[in-house]
């Protein structure tokens, strides 16, 4: 088991960048693939972004490429989401999640992971 506590949401303006992170704690966390997923009030779940273990893959969905970045610093077990030009569609709530699939196309899937934060407000006004 592995404990994720998400920070670094907030209330920023249209055009503006957030960076999330996510700090890990229990298990090994340089043995997971990590994600960022994200929900909106009256949406589903959302795929967001996701890394391998060893930060050699990457993964995004694919209407948030280009202004989202995924990154990971293993000695720190600690994940970011780099959120750049965000958009009032970009309103959620953010998670980080642990897999135990440490890459992979599957890390796209939210049922591939086995641990989640608690998640973070991100809030972009127009």
């Known amino acids: 088991q592995v404990q994720l506590v998400e920070s670094g949401g907030g209330l920023v303006q249209a055009g503006g960048s957030l960076r999330l992170s996510c700090v890990a704690s229990g298990r090994t966390f340089s043995n997971y693939g990590m994600g960022w997923f994200r929900q909106a009030p009256g949406k589903e779940r959302e795929f967001v972004a996701a890394?391998?273990?060893?930060?050699?893959?990457?993964y995004y969905a694919d209407s948030l490429k280009g202004r989202f970045t995924i990154s990971r610093d293993n000695a720190k077990n600690t994940v970011y989401l780099q959120m750049n030009s965000l958009k009032p569609e970009d309103t959620a709530v953010y998670s980080c999640a642990a897999s135990f699939y440490g890459t992979g196309v599957v890390l796209k899937t939210s049922s591939t992971y086995n641990n989640w934060g608690q998640g973070t407000q991100v809030t972009v006004s127009s």
């Open positions: 890394i391998g273990f060893r930060a050699v893959s990457t």
